[in-house]
């Protein structure tokens, strides 16, 4: 897609006391009207606002007193330092257990006492014969005054002043429910006669019952939105919490913090990385599955990378710091998953534009269900006025609306995360589950990126080994690519190099040296008849590889034509299984190279790639994305290369492999950690189960509100004679923001589609 202009940084708020989307409406609206404000987004799963400034603006105080003016307390998230969401979920768990404690062991006398004596009449009886009914209500009055005003303050303290300020949200509805059967039970225990004949009914344990209720809904949303962040606070815990650097040439415990770029870093089997570096002595093999998925160790030797929080499984190693703090990968992987989850998809916007008019609306939908009841309702017509009045104040859940999509999105891309892809975008989620067509770059992404020797086609008279032993000799003096990629092939194959001498070349065609007492041309047929080789014996060879894609070397060894050697970038591993999976999943897939047509149609045939856009200039990336999104097709284009920045802009999805270029990861949308093209398949699949995720949230929490509220407002007793109580609406109301979050969590369940060749 064509991004936007850069901006200035964004600021990262955490917000405390938000509860439901409209809380999310009122925080974006407040901080939308400091005048600095460009953008603003928070979000209800990670209590997090990410706001943009006008450029060189620093206006953090008045975002924070904006957000304290509508009633609730910002913070700012400094860079470098991360919100570990779900260590703030455990802090509220636990104050919200101890208040559900109170609150339980004060409601049930209270609801025993009032239902018991319905339920069961003998024990009635035996009641108002031994304690007075006034007692009972004084008794009643007393422990659901506690609760409310204890535990079920926090309700009353946000809720109440939003209606005065003429903006009421989630809180605000209990709040009236709640209260609105307070006070009337109160109205009946102490100043009945107010009330006309046949009303004096309390419903303290409708009150109690429904601070209990929501209280306990609230603990389990807060305990499963602590679960929904585990996946960067398992990021941050792989950090580890000190090395041992050398110092003076001896190993010093030194904290994280002090470790500097430079540090020499030892490190001892079992032992975690502590930052990003070069091996600089020793050799290991080290689990990266925290960054990148794969659980098999990788082996690494000198000059190999090391990653801060991997695993070294065995070796001792020394590596010298390249990246530390805020700059190493982790830190970067914990920074993306972290804006990625605070985004907004595009599928929200309705969400937003319906929770903004939602309570509203509610309260309204109470007020006509009180008068109607009132003026229509049988006798006690007051009584069932309150009750069914108060059943859809408590009902109703923007609980649920809200969390729907923000949740989906923290658990599915904490979990993408887990799987060594990241979303550098929340959007991206949505944008990559409508992409009809993939389009890979070849050079790094597909294929290796580096030439490798694939073939040797010994000419008659000649052993391979000994064409290779003296061919790899010769070219060990060269600095060309294929030269290197037949040196490695050689050392691959164990074969002993002697020394060369007389060494010269000849730019663009070949080379030339004594081995061994031999004289040896590696180079173009023309190159070898330039110095008397007629190399016709070889051209069949040369050309059937050639027809592969494979570029051919030829060797003469003593005036004779020895052997054609072939030199190709290899493909890796597991494309040709991402490919194939990719069309099980209804996509076409492109090739887009700057390489000639032969080599790149050969790697379409192998891969079974559909269509290849070949021969394209770095500069005509973008424009050949353009042309794949002729039909109106929407494009993601994968690369790895600094060419492919422009191409990964233009798509509709860009795809960066981590092993690429900065540039080429600045300008995507999503990063696949390593060079694994099999990602992209994981990428996909995420994508698809996040947004079904999430349209089956929207789903529940739009179809419950649709149902239950004319339910509890009463439209089924004059044909059933059905009514719901206020107790009900509570538990249903509390269960339905716990179901969102808990079928969000399904997510992290979810393991990439088994690839096979």
Same mark, same amino acid.
């Given at each position: 897609?064509?991004?936007?202009? $850069? ?6 708020l ?5 509860? /439901?989307?409209s /809380? ?10 400091? @005048? ?5 987004s ?28 509508v ?26 257990t ?7 062991v ?12 319905h339920?069961?009449?003998p ?25 409310l005003?204890?535990p079920?303050l ?10 005065f300020?003429?903006?009421p ?10 209260l609105?059967?307070y ?9 009945p ?37 585990a ?9 580890a ?5 050398? #110092?003076?040439?001896k @190993? ?13 870093i ?5 032992e ?8 600089v ?29 991997t695993?070294?499984k ?45 309570? @509203? ?35 109703? /859940?923007? /609980? ?5 999509t923000?949740?989906?999105?923290m ?41 490798k020797?694939?073939?040797i ?5 000649f052993?391979e ?5 003296l061919?790899?000799?010769?070219e ?19 074969v ?5 001498t ?10 030339a ?10 180079g ?8 008397g ?5 070889? $051209? ?26 072939a ?27 700057g ?10 045939r192998?891969?079974?790639i559909?269509?290849?856009?070949a021969?394209v ?17 929407t ?36 990063i ?9 398949v ?5 994508? #698809? ?11 529940w929490?739009?179809?419950y509100n ?7 407002a ?6 059933a ?7 009900l609406?509570?538990?249903a ?9 808990f ?15």
């Amino acid at each position: 897609m064509n991004h936007p202009a $850069a901006k200035s940084a964004p600021v990262s708020l955490s917000i405390e006391g938000m509860t /439901c989307a409209s /809380c999310v409406a009122r925080v974006e609206k407040a901080l939308l009207k400091v @005048p600095s404000v460009t953008q603003a987004s928070v979000n209800l799963a990670t209590n997090r606002a990410t706001v943009t400034l006008a450029d060189n603006d620093n206006g953090v105080p008045a975002l924070v007193a904006a957000v304290k003016g509508v009633g609730y307390k910002a913070s700012p998230i400094e860079a470098g330092q991360h919100q570990h969401g779900h260590m703030h979920h455990d802090e509220d768990a636990q104050v919200l257990t101890r208040d559900v404690i109170i609150a339980t062991v004060l409601t049930v006398p209270v609801f025993a006492l009032e239902m018991g004596t319905h339920l069961f009449p003998p024990f009635h009886e035996w009641l108002m014969g031994f304690v007075p009914h006034q007692a009972m209500l004084l008794f009643s009055f007393v422990l659901t005054s506690i609760v409310l005003f204890g535990p079920g303050l926090r309700f009353y303290r946000i809720g109440i002043p939003a209606l005065f300020k003429g903006a009421p949200e989630m809180n605000s509805l209990v709040a009236l429910g709640s209260l609105a059967a307070y006070f009337y039970s109160v109205v009946v225990t102490f100043a009945p006669q107010v009330l006309p004949h046949g009303t004096h009914y309390v419903y303290y344990e409708a009150a109690a019952v429904i601070v209990t209720l929501i209280l306990v809904g609230r603990l389990l949303e807060a305990r499963a939105k602590g679960r929904a962040g585990a996946a960067i606070e398992r990021l941050a815990g792989q950090q580890a919490k000190s090395a041992r650097v050398l #110092r003076d040439g001896k @190993p010093v415990e030194t904290p994280l913090d002090a470790i500097a770029v430079g540090d020499v870093i030892v490190v001892r089997p079992g032992e975690k990385v502590a930052v990003d570096g070069e091996i600089v002595e020793g050799a290991s093999h080290i689990d990266e599955s925290m960054i990148s998925g794969e659980p098999i160790p990788v082996a690494k030797a000198i000059g190999d990378a090391v990653v801060g929080g991997t695993i070294n499984k065995e070796g001792a190693f020394t590596f010298q710091a390249t990246k530390v703090g805020a700059d190493t990968m982790l830190a970067q992987i914990i920074r993306l998953v972290e804006e990625a989850q605070g985004g907004k998809l595009p599928i929200q916007t309705l969400v937003d534009k319906v929770t903004g008019w939602f309570v @509203p609306v509610v309260i309204a939908v109470a007020v006509a269900t009180f008068l109607a009841w009132l003026v229509f309702g049988p006798s006690p017509a007051l009584t069932f006025a309150l009750v069914n009045a108060v059943a859809v104040l408590i009902i109703a /859940c923007p /609980c649920a609306m809200g969390l729907a999509t923000p949740t989906s999105i923290m658990v599915g891309t904490g979990r993408a995360a887990e799987l060594g892809v990241l979303f550098r975008r929340g959007e991206a989620l949505q944008q990559l589950r409508e992409v009809d067509v993939v389009a890979f770059d070849k050079t790094g992404t597909v294929t290796e990126g580096k030439p490798k020797l694939t073939d040797i086609v010994a000419a008659d008279g000649f052993a391979e080994n000994e064409v290779l032993a003296l061919v790899a000799a010769a070219e060990a003096a060269s600095e060309h690519p294929l030269a290197d990629a037949i040196v490695a092939g050689a050392q691959d194959r164990g074969v002993a190099l002697a020394k060369a001498t007389g060494f010269a070349a000849t730019p663009g065609q070949g080379i030339a040296a004594e081995v061994s007492g031999h004289r040896v041309f590696v180079g173009s047929a023309r190159f070898l008849a330039q110095n008397g080789v007629d190399a016709a014996s070889l $051209a069949a060879a040369s050309d059937d590889l050639s027809l592969t894609g494979k570029s051919p070397v030829l060797a003469a060894i003593d005036g004779r034509p020895a052997a054609v050697f072939a030199v190709a970038d290899t493909l890796k591993a597991t494309s040709q299984a991402a490919i194939a999976a990719l069309h099980r999943q209804g996509l076409k897939v492109a090739l887009v190279t700057g390489d000639n047509r032969r080599a790149a149609e050969a790697v379409a045939r192998e891969l079974g790639i559909d269509e290849v856009l070949a021969e394209v200039l770095p500069a005509d990336k973008a424009e050949a994305v353009k042309r794949l999104r002729a039909g109106g097709r929407t494009v993601a284009f994968v690369g790895d290369g600094i060419n492919d920045a422009p191409a990964l802009a233009e798509a509709d999805v860009g795809i960066a492999m981590g092993t690429g270029t900065d540039a080429a990861i600045d300008s995507a949308d999503v990063i696949l950690v390593g060079g694994d093209p099999a990602k992209v398949v994981t990428a996909l699949t995420l994508s #698809r189960a996040t947004l079904t995720n999430i349209r089956e949230n929207l789903v529940w929490a739009f179809g419950y509100n649709v149902l239950l509220i004319p339910v509890a407002a009463g439209v089924l007793f004059p044909v059933a004679g059905i009514t719901l109580s206020p107790m009900l609406a509570a538990g249903a109301m509390a269960l339905s923001s716990v179901f969102v979050v808990f079928n969000a969590l399904r997510l992290r369940t979810i393991k990439p589609e088994e690839l096979h060749a």
